[in-house]
């Protein structure tokens, strides 16, 4: 069966940019994978208390499946834009900060997993503690991940790719399906890359 690359993106602070990715397997086009991973994506995108809890600078703008050649280099692409923005009157948090959904296969250790660096609610989603999301958010967003599985169906299979060959035996360029038992930690999580794209300015002081 065809291998795909699905992705998701958009704007975090209005201009800066978010992406997700997941391979996967099925045995449809690419058109008909794009539409499904369309629709799965946006059902948790719009769920209730996801987008209401994401800030307005936040927004999803496209989602796309590519057609993978057998050394896994897109061949072709399908693309879907969008403009959905999020609804909470409260401010983003720092771009860097994310929620996070990890992937997981049948397998155990760091690389039978992926993860999905997803864009962060606003400052409201945070708990009174500082360091935890509320429960609310948590259990929006993770019914908003159930409603993209649902979504997704039987005809495509996400899978964790595999790089580089592992002790484990797991050869390069190789991918492991994932299990329907994924899951969401409530702990804030850090991209640096995502935050790297912020230039900071300096301002001086006397010591």
Not at 96 to 116: D, E, I, N, P, Y
Not at 134 to 154: D, H, K, R
Not at 165 to 183: N, V
Request: proline share 4%.
């Amino acid at each position: 069966m065809p291998n795909y690359l699905l992705t998701a993106s958009g704007l975090v602070s209005g201009s800066q940019s978010w992406n997700i990715r997941a391979y996967a397997v099925s045995a449809s086009t690419e058109s008909v994978v794009a539409t499904t991973w369309d629709t799965a994506f946006q059902a948790y995108w719009n769920t209730a208390g996801v987008l209401s809890g994401m800030p307005t600078t936040t927004s999803l703008t496209q989602t796309a499946a590519a057609t993978l050649t057998s050394n896994f280099r897109q061949q072709s692409k399908t693309k879907t834009t969008h403009a959905i923005a999020g609804t909470s009157a409260s401010v983003g948090l720092p771009d860097q900060v994310c929620f996070l959904a990890t992937l997981r296969t049948a397998m155990v250790g760091k690389a039978s997993h992926g993860r999905w660096y997803l864009p962060a609610p606003a400052v409201s989603g945070i708990a009174a503690t500082g360091n935890l999301w509320i429960a609310a958010w948590m259990t929006a967003a993770t019914t908003g991940l159930t409603a993209l599985g649902t979504a997704l169906g039987s005809g495509i299979t996400l899978q964790v790719y595999h790089s580089h060959a592992t002790k484990g035996g797991l050869a390069a360029q190789s991918l492991t399906p994932c299990i329907p038992q994924c899951d969401a930690t409530n702990k804030p999580a850090i991209q640096r890359l995502r935050g790297n794209k912020v230039v900071g300015t300096r301002s001086s002081w006397t010591l």
